[in-house]
Structures are given as structure tokens and as C-alpha cells.
């Protein structure tokens, strides 16, 4: 029988403990003190920066970078902390190349950017690497605020409200911590248990608690929850998946990229974990490159992005598109699912070219078949809708500052309008919905 | 091709580029790899009086200050002359002398300001066949303690006193090297050319601290907890040195007066500058000392392609041609009216500019929501800063107003020809024009 990438089906262990260790080391590994000194050279210290202008928190990227010339990483990180209390995760898994770093003058004069991210992390890991907590809480304030969702939003939420003085208790569904940073990415963007060792070291403030095992809807209810808490913060994330609908969806060997991933995190060993010889994943956004490079790096011998619309629409950033070509991953435009073809289990699938016109996708008539033993749908998670909150469109329809329709009931991160689906753009509606509510409870 | 031979006073070298007296020249080892590199001359390390050598410091002797990705930019030092014994030094000059016959080699030498010290120490560097002697009168650190080095070069009467002596009991070349720890450089320059010196050479190092540990409260390098002055050398130094380079050049009293030009020349282009202010040749350390001698072959293959690209044939061609145009403040041309000018096309779009004007100079430069810098025609005054700030070369120009247009923030008229301060009626001293 095959071993390796020529296994058939769905199979663990394709690589050797050694090949799977290397395969899903740091994406970007840290800089040792020079290099980071060396780029931070680099930086021209712009006057109203383009890079703090890009970023959804606002940090002050000049600043923090002439702080690390100066010697001062964990006061660089302090400055980073300060506007994006998970600038740690964020130096990794912000797409730094449709952000600060597109806007970076040296990125208009040279085509290289300030390297930005690595800079973060460079600070940032200083900081956490001398360990403690560098803020502190402010004098109780006695009262008492629900965040929903122990993700990016809100974590993000619950430290700047601890921070002021409020009591938080987060109410998290899963097991763990994190929300999208620990089940939700790929694991070469957080080594060495980093998303967990975040939101540890976030803790240290003090204030929060969090309940695991609540879910709104299922143990809780906003209701409920205003009886006991003088605010309520929803980020509850995108629980849904949207369907492929096509023929053959519920074969054997078709599943959710999301949940690929996340078992994939929460792996003890990859060496345990299966994966197809022939991978087709659905889908164009971040999630559909973290579902097909992974697969590839655990041993697939094929693995093929097809999406449906072409390079240009495509959500993930031409990075990633060139990270996943890089390991071998082969991206399909312009096609969309017709069938899911096997005898029981998947073996192939049936992809139709597309064309579009005015905005409107239309089937060419032509068809091509793939060999396909696991098939993973990256086409979209969508909201569980919480009662009595007003929606705009599928998310929860808030202000400027977090608000919903309902008041004491702020709303930010993936399930809410605004922004991109980013872990920045959800630490900063969530510290921005914490000075609202910080605001209003101090009123 | 350009011919880089140098004829400098009398002692013909293959190139105008010599070792200056420092760690590297210290040995026969050293003095042999630097002539095989191709250096075109050597000024030995400081030979003192005989007797028991000096001692140096056990512990670190240099200190320095870099810029971007750890380039050094400053060199400090607190070694003293050579710590070998005199014999030792002359036996070995003489040895490489004779094995090097077209290169040039000079003895830098520091002895206490006696006649008899300086009557005992010539003759004997005179049997060595070196090609002349440079007085040291500039080290500024240890010796100076002594009465000797910088203690020298600070007291005009005591260099022209020195360098008679030596006029008197050495026949060859006597090259006097200037402390530049001193307000007037022009004072120690007409004091060698008084006592009789062929030539001056400068600049030795400067006094100071490089940096300060912050956890010792010790100047660096620190020695057990403390620190002392050093010499301060390499780039950081240049502007300085060419300054006092072309202060002596164009003084009267010391015009024409051979120069041999020293501090912080590291490329061709380093060299060719302070050949253009008045230096016949140059001599280099900090460059060797941070890269290896190796550095000596770009700067002549620098400097001949320039002089190719130029018409120059002979390093003579081009020495001093800048002298003329260094001038006092009160002659520059107050007619010479220009603003800045920002190419959009090669603008990144920094604000690096606009925060530098806006900030510290004159308000001049706009900054659209957009992004778009620039200049304010009516409140530009030339000052360069912007220039001098950009970070992408060529970008911010300064364009001169053509005469007969009217500069937007005087209000008048661009006069064709020259004025300058000494005529102008502001000046309380303004001499009316003839």
C-alpha cells in the first residue's frame, strides 16, 4: 500500500514528524536584535503617517519603530499595547500587506515596505518574553459588564473595560480562549501555542472571568444577561457556514474549512491528523488558502483553491495567493461546484467555468472534473442572529461607537457591520465599544 | 587613463593615497600588507624619544558611534604613540624603506619639546631612509598630559620653535600634523610655515567622549569604572577637516603652503574633495581600520575613473580648483534668489519635508488631505532643509528665479549681477558702490 502523498483517501501520517515540524514553522520567523535594529533603520519617521493612518487601531507605527531604534523594544510594544491590546497575534495574522505595509512610503519608492509586522512582533515578544502585565487596573467602578465571545472583539473589549475599573465576565461557548486566534488560522501564523499564551498574559489585568460552555441562544439570553450585568458586548463571531449547494454536498469527505482548521489547531500531534491525497477546497477568502496550504503542508499530493470569480475578486490578498502557489497549491479561477461525484465517499468533483458579466456569474457550459477525495467548503460563515437586535444585512446593525438597536447592548468583531473581518478590525470595535460603555456607565 | 602618481613635496608616491600614522602603520608586518595592497605611502606610528616605550592601556582603547545597520560613523581612541622600542621601529622602517623604493614612508614623530630630544631622534630616523618626518603635534589624548602632541599644536610659538629645530637637523621633507582642538586652525598652520615646515597635515582627532554607559556612569571606552577624553575620527569628521583643510588654503599668509589632507576619507569621492580644497594627497586610517586595506583599491579606481570622466590626467590637475570658491559670508551673492521645487512624480509622499518646514523653518511647504506636498512660492527662502530631509535623492531641488522676476515673497524684482553684504544698505558698514 502507498505511503505518503500517494496514500489514497483520507489518511494521517503522509509525513515524517520531522517534515510536519518544518512545515509548520513560523511563517515569519522573529528577527534577532540586529535585523530588527537593521529594519528599523528603515523607517523614515513620516509626518502623519500613511502606515497609522491604514491600520484599523491606530497604532502609532512611527513612534514604536524609533522606539525599537532607540533601544526601547518593550516601550515599543507598550505604544503598540496601547491602541491594540492583541498586537501580538496581530503581527502575525494581520494581512500587513493591504494595511500599513501597502501604505508605507518605502513600499511607493522601492517596493519593499518597512517590515511593520515583524517590527510588532519583534516588540511585542520582548515585552511578553520579561513577562508581568504592563498596565493596571483602575479603582473599582462596581459595575459590571457580559462580553459574548472570547474572541479577538472581545478580549479586546473586556481588558480595556477591566482596565477602567469595570468587572467583566466573558461567556464563551468553546473550550478555549481566543475565538478565530486559536481555532481560526492557520498554524504556522501562531506557533508555540501563542494565541493561548495572548490571552493568558491579556488576563493579568485582572476583572475578567470567563464562563466556558455558554452559548447565546442555547444558555443564554441577552435578556437574562441585562437582569445581571449593567452592559452586555456581543462578539459572537459567524457560528454559521453558508452551503455549497451542490449535488453530493453531504458525501463522505466534504466538510467545512473552518472545522478543518480548527481541529487542525487543537491537534496534539499532525502526525494524527488526516488529509486527502486530493484536496479541493471552495472558496477565495483567508480561510480557503489557511484550509488548502495546510493540507498541503500535512502531505496532500494536490491541493486546488477553486473560485469562483476571478484573481482580482479574490479575498485573500495576493500574499497569500503567492504563499499558497509557493507550497504547491494550485488556484483555479472562474469555476464554481456542480457536483461532488463518488460511490458513497468523495473521489472527484465537477467544477463549471463561470464568466461574468455586470456583476452577475454565468456558467459557460464548459465543465471540468477533478480527482478529489476531501473536499472543504471556504465559502463563508454567516451570523446566528441573536433576538431582538436589529440586523443590516447579516450582521448586527451597530454605530460608530458599538451601539445596537438595543440599548446596554454594544456589538463588534465579525458579527457586526463595519470594517473587515480582521482580528484588528475586531480588537478595535471592541476597544472602541469599551469607551463607549465605559462612558456610559460612568455617566 | 588617469595617471594617479603623486609628487608631494618632492616624495613621488603611485597614488596620492598614504596610511596615516595610526595602529595600522605600528609594524613591519602591517607596513608590508598595506604597501602589497597597493597604498601609495605610510606615516609610521609615533616614534618617541629612546628609552623605556610608553604603555598603553590593558583594557579597551577605542570607542564609536555608528549610524543605520551598525555603519561606523566616529571613531574614538586613547592609544599613545607606539609602545615599541625606538630601534625596533627604525630597524624595521629602514628594512620595508628599502624593499619599497617607490612608495613613500614617513616618520611621525613625538618627542618633548627640547632641542636636544629632537637633535638626538633625527639622525637616526634620517638613516633609516624614510622620506621625511610628519610632527606629530596633534594627538590629543595621554601624551598631550605630557607636554607633548596637542600640548604642542595648541601653542602657535612652540610648533614654529619645534619645526625650526627639525629644518635644522633633518634635510629631508618635515611635514607638521595640526591638532584640531584649537578655535583658529590658521594660527598653528603660520606658525609651521614660519618655523620652515614644507607642509601641513591635518586634521589629527578631535576631543571627545563617544558615548556613556548608563549603567557604569563611565565615559567610553571605560577602563575599570572610568573613562578619559579620546581622539574622535573617521566620517563624522570630514566636514570638519575639510573645513580647516581649505581655511589654510586660502589664508594668505599660508597659500600655497603643501597640505597634506586628513579625516574621515573613506571613498574617491572623500579624497577628491579635500584634493579640490588644497590637499595634495590624503591619508586615511578609520577606513582600514574598519574594513582592512583592501579599501585602497576603490579609492583609486574612484578616483582615476573621476578624474577620466572629468579630463584630469594628473592628480596636480585638480588640486586646490575648489580653493578659489570658498569664500567669507559678506561676498556671497545676495542676488542669487531660488526656491524649492518638489518633482511630484518621485515624491513618496514621506511629509518629511513639510514637517521640517512647518515645524522649524518658514512655513513654505503645503500639505493637501491627500497627500500632496507643495512649496509656497511666497514664503520659500531657499533654506535647503527640505533638500537636506527628503529621503529620496533629487526630488526637492533648488531652482534659481531667472533676474527679472519677481520673487513672491520680497515682492521685488530678481536683480541680474551681483550684490552682496558689504554693499548692502542694512550693513551698518556698507561701503557705498563705486
Same mark, same amino acid.
Request: aromatic share 6%; charged share 20%.
Given at each position: ?13 503522509? !509525513? ?78 494581520? %494581512? ?45 467602578? =462596581? ?8 474572541? %479577538?472583539?472581545? !478580549? ?60 447565546? #441562544?442555547?444558555? !443564554? ?18 457560528? #454559521? ?32 491528523? %488526516? ?39 479574490? #479575498? ?27 460511490? =458513497? ?99 | ?35 602589497? $595592497? ?197 566620517? $563624522? ?198
Amino acid at each position: 500500500m502507498a505511503k505518503g502523498h500517494q496514500a489514497s483517501g483520507i489518511v494521517a501520517g503522509r !509525513l515524517s514528524p520531522q517534515a510536519l515540524s518544518e512545515n509548520f514553522d513560523d511563517l515569519h520567523a522573529p528577527y534577532a536584535p540586529h535585523e530588527a535594529a537593521v529594519a528599523a533603520d528603515r523607517c523614515y519617521f513620516c509626518h502623519d503617517a500613511p502606515c497609522m493612518t491604514a491600520c484599523p487601531t491606530a497604532i502609532d507605527i512611527p513612534l514604536f519603530i524609533r522606539q525599537i531604534q532607540a533601544g526601547h523594544p518593550e516601550g515599543a510594544a507598550r505604544t503598540i499595547l496601547e491602541q491594540n491590546i492583541l498586537g501580538g497575534m496581530c503581527a502575525r495574522v494581520c %494581512p500587513t500587506e493591504t494595511l500599513c505595509e501597502e501604505a508605507c512610503v518605502r513600499q511607493t519608492a522601492e517596493g519593499k515596505p518597512v517590515e511593520i509586522g515583524r517590527l510588532q512582533r519583534h516588540a511585542t515578544d520582548t515585552l511578553m518574553a520579561a513577562g508581568g502585565h504592563p498596565f493596571e487596573r483602575a479603582a473599582p467602578t =462596581g459595575k459590571r459588564v457580559a462580553v459574548l465571545g472570547a474572541g %479577538p472583539a472581545g !478580549l479586546a473589549c473586556a481588558h480595556r473595560l477591566a482596565m477602567l475599573g469595570h468587572d467583566v465576565v466573558i461567556h464563551e461557548a468553546r473550550p478555549k480562549a481566543g475565538g478565530l486566534n486559536e481555532f481560526g488560522i492557520a498554524a504556522y501564523k501562531s506557533t508555540d501555542d501563542f494565541a493561548a499564551r495572548e490571552v493568558d498574559w491579556l488576563l493579568q489585568i485582572g476583572g475578567i472571568t470567563i464562563e466556558h460552555g455558554k452559548a447565546l #441562544g442555547r444558555d !443564554l439570553s441577552i435578556d437574562a444577561l441585562m437582569e445581571g450585568f449593567d452592559a452586555v458586548f456581543l462578539s459572537i463571531g459567524l457560528g #454559521g457556514v453558508n452551503a455549497l449547494r451542490a449535488d453530493g454536498e453531504d458525501r463522505d469527505g466534504v466538510r467545512d474549512a473552518v472545522d478543518f482548521i480548527a481541529e487542525l489547531r487543537q491537534a496534539s500531534d499532525l502526525g494524527d491528523l %488526516p488529509v486527502g491525497r486530493n484536496v479541493v477546497v471552495i472558496g477565495g477568502g483567508m480561510t480557503a488558502v489557511d484550509a488548502a496550504v495546510q493540507a498541503k503542508l500535512l502531505g496532500a499530493e494536490s491541493v486546488t483553491i477553486a473560485y469562483r470569480r476571478s484573481r482580482d475578486d479574490m #479575498g485573500a490578498s495576493r500574499f497569500e495567493q503567492d504563499l499558497a502557489a509557493s507550497k504547491g497549491v494550485r488556484l483555479m479561477f472562474n469555476v464554481q461546484p456542480v457536483a461532488v461525484t463518488g460511490n =458513497g465517499a468523495a473521489s472527484g468533483i465537477t467544477l463549471a467555468y463561470t464568466s461574468e458579466q455586470d456583476g452577475q456569474l454565468t456558467p459557460t457550459g464548459e465543465t471540468v472534473d477533478l480527482v478529489a477525495d476531501q473536499v472543504f467548503k471556504a465559502i463563508g460563515q454567516t451570523l446566528i442572529a441573536p433576538d431582538g437586535i436589529a440586523l443590516d444585512g447579516r450582521k448586527i446593525k451597530v454605530d460608530g461607537t458599538g451601539r445596537t438597536s438595543r440599548a446596554g447592548v454594544w456589538a463588534g468583531g465579525d458579527c457586526a457591520t463595519g470594517g473587515e473581518d480582521l482580528t484588528v478590525t475586531a480588537v478595535a470595535e471592541g476597544r472602541d465599544a469599551a469607551m463607549d460603555i465605559h462612558g456610559v456607565l460612568s455617566a | 587613463m588617469a595617471d594617479l602618481t603623486t609628487d608631494f613635496l618632492g616624495i613621488s608616491s603611485p597614488n596620492p593615497f598614504w596610511l596615516a600614522s595610526a595602529p595600522p602603520t605600528d609594524k613591519e608586518y602591517n607596513v608590508r600588507r598595506a604597501f602589497e $595592497a597597493g597604498w601609495g605611502g605610510v606615516v609610521w606610528k609615533t616614534l618617541g624619544a629612546e628609552g623605556p616605550p610608553v604603555v598603553n592601556v590593558n583594557g579597551p582603547r577605542y570607542g564609536a558611534i555608528y549610524g543605520a545597520d551598525r555603519r561606523l560613523l566616529g571613531l574614538n581612541n586613547i592609544e599613545l604613540i607606539t609602545d615599541r622600542p625606538l630601534e625596533t621601529n627604525l630597524e624595521e622602517m629602514a628594512r620595508v624603506k628599502a624593499d619599497y623604493p617607490d612608495r613613500a614612508l614617513i616618520a611621525s614623530i613625538m618627542v618633548p619639546c627640547e632641542e636636544a630630544a629632537w637633535k638626538a631622534i633625527l639622525p637616526r630616523v634620517a638613516e633609516t631612509g624614510a622620506d621625511g618626518i610628519e610632527l606629530n603635534f596633534g594627538c590629543p589624548h595621554g601624551m598631550s598630559e605630557r607636554g607633548m602632541g596637542a600640548a604642542v599644536g595648541q601653542v602657535p610659538e612652540y610648533i614654529e620653535m619645534v619645526t625650526r629645530w627639525c629644518k635644522q637637523y633633518y634635510d629631508r621633507p618635515v611635514i607638521v600634523k595640526l591638532t584640531p582642538n584649537i578655535t583658529d586652525i590658521r594660527k598653528p598652520a603660520r606658525a609651521a610655515r614660519n618655523g620652515g615646515a614644507d607642509a601641513v597635515s591635518l586634521i589629527n582627532t578631535i576631543n571627545s567622549i563617544t558615548t556613556v554607559d548608563l549603567d557604569l556612569m563611565s565615559p567610553e571606552p571605560s577602563i575599570d569604572g572610568k573613562g578619559s577624553h579620546g581622539g574622535y575620527c573617521g566620517p $563624522a569628521v570630514k566636514p570638519i577637516a575639510l573645513n580647516m583643510v581649505a581655511e589654510i588654503a586660502r589664508d594668505p599668509e599660508t597659500h600655497g603652503l603643501p597640505i597634506s589632507g586628513i579625516g574621515g576619507v573613506t571613498t574617491w569621492r572623500d579624497a577628491a574633495e579635500f584634493m579640490v580644497l588644497g590637499a595634495g594627497n590624503v591619508q586615511v586610517c578609520t577606513a582600514a581600520m574598519t574594513y582592512g586595506f583592501r579599501v585602497v583599491d576603490e579609492l583609486k579606481r574612484g578616483l582615476s575613473q573621476w578624474m577620466d570622466d572629468k579630463g584630469y590626467d594628473r592628480v596636480s590637475d585638480f588640486v586646490g580648483q575648489a580653493v578659489p570658491n570658498v569664500t567669507d559670508w559678506q561676498y556671497l551673492n545676495l542676488n542669487y534668489v531660488a526656491k524649492a521645487k518638489i518633482d511630484q512624480e518621485a515624491c513618496i509622499k514621506c511629509g518629511r519635508c513639510y514637517a521640517a518646514c512647518e515645524d522649524t523653518s518658514h512655513q513654505a511647504i503645503s500639505m493637501s488631505p491627500d497627500r500632496v506636498f507643495e512649496v509656497k512660492d511666497e514664503d520659500c527662502v531657499a533654506c535647503n532643509l527640505c533638500v537636506d530631509v527628503c529621503p529620496v535623492q533629487g526630488c526637492i531641488t533648488m531652482e534659481r528665479m531667472a533676474p527679472g522676476t519677481v520673487d513672491p515673497r520680497t515682492g521685488k524684482v530678481v536683480e541680474d549681477g551681483y550684490a552682496n553684504w558689504t554693499t548692502h544698505p542694512n550693513n551698518p558698514a556698507a561701503r557705498a558702490a563705486e
